[in-house]
């Protein structure tokens, strides 16, 4: 990495603060998620980066991957995750936050037991664990607490225009006596009451690119090319897509998924249909430490 890089995720981590002291203060019950996640991803730009990918917005018992359509009518309620990141040159920043929107604030002992696993396994990096220690003290933090991890989930490295870049940070003791090198990488434990697997469920309007080639509607061909301009590599909604191409962008994202241009991504549901909590934050592993560029709470 070298220092331009280098500066580019300082910045993104700094916006990624900003983002979630924003995102706890305007985040009510009730409110619809696609105003959410509008207001969040104008913030964003106001702040000079762009979102890394669409920002996920589960709730209860799915964990992750989901993002309004345009005309979504559903709300934020329960337990809901607020998964974003902030990309500056393809330098990206990943966090996230869990919010307990219930009356009687009954996920409280749940999301912090997630935030006590990742705080845990941030001050573990002093020692250059190995990827079994790290995911050994968040599933035995987890547990502790009287909940489960979700163990097919994980952390996992990050490259420029890339949010998974290889190499994946267990959430349960796995044997792997590896440790990391020098890179960037995002912690990210799930706790839930439940049995602690997810499985995919229908689509959560998240798209990414997977292999460019020639697709015969034009219409097709001119949503790729404002994909390929604007996200590169990164994920993408259907949201920006239908706001920018209208009613038939869902035909030309069908085309593309067809001939295996684009994934759409499914959303992943606890498999028991348990509440998840979730946190996470980034950070840069160096010769001579690391750098936590989300911060903590």
Not at 5 to 31: C, D, F, N, T
Not at 158 to 187: E, S
Not at 254 to 265: S, T
């Amino acid at each position: 990495m070298n220092k331009q890089e280098l500066a580019h995720y300082i910045k993104a981590g700094k916006i990624s603060q900003e983002i979630r002291a924003y995102i706890i203060k305007i985040v009510k019950p009730e409110m619809k998620l696609v105003s959410l996640v509008t207001q969040i991803h104008a913030k964003i730009e106001e702040l000079g980066g762009k979102a890394a990918f669409p920002v996920n917005l589960s709730i209860d018992d799915v964990a992750a991957h989901f993002h309004p359509a345009t005309n979504d009518e559903r709300v934020a309620q329960g337990l809901l995750k607020v998964d974003f990141g902030i990309a500056v040159q393809g330098c990206i920043a990943d966090s996230a936050v869990s919010i307990d929107l219930t009356k009687d604030k009954k996920y409280g002992p749940l999301i912090a037991a997630a935030q006590a696993a990742l705080e845990n396994a941030l001050d573990l990096l002093e020692k250059n664990p190995s990827l079994h220690d790290i995911g050994k003290v968040i599933q035995e933090t987890i547990e502790k607490k009287g909940f489960s991890p979700i163990i097919n989930l994980s952390g996992h490295s990050m490259a420029p225009y890339k949010i998974h870049a290889g190499i994946t940070i267990p959430n349960y003791g796995n044997g792997n006596r590896a440790t990391l090198p020098a890179g960037v990488y995002a912690i990210e434990p799930f706790a839930t009451t439940g049995e602690g697997k997810i499985y995919s469920g229908e689509g959560g309007n998240i798209y990414e690119l997977e292999n460019i080639k020639q697709v015969r509607s034009p219409f097709a061909r001119k949503v790729l090319q404002y994909i390929l301009d604007e996200y590169k590599t990164l994920p993408f909604s259907l949201r920006v897509i239908e706001e920018k191409f209208g009613s038939m962008a869902r035909l030309a994202l069908r085309e593309l998924e067809k001939n295996g241009v684009i994934q759409h991504h499914a959303m992943l549901i606890e498999k028991t249909h348990h509440p998840v909590s979730q946190a996470e934050h980034t950070f840069i592993k160096t010769s001579d430490g690391k750098i936590i560029v989300t911060t903590r709470d």
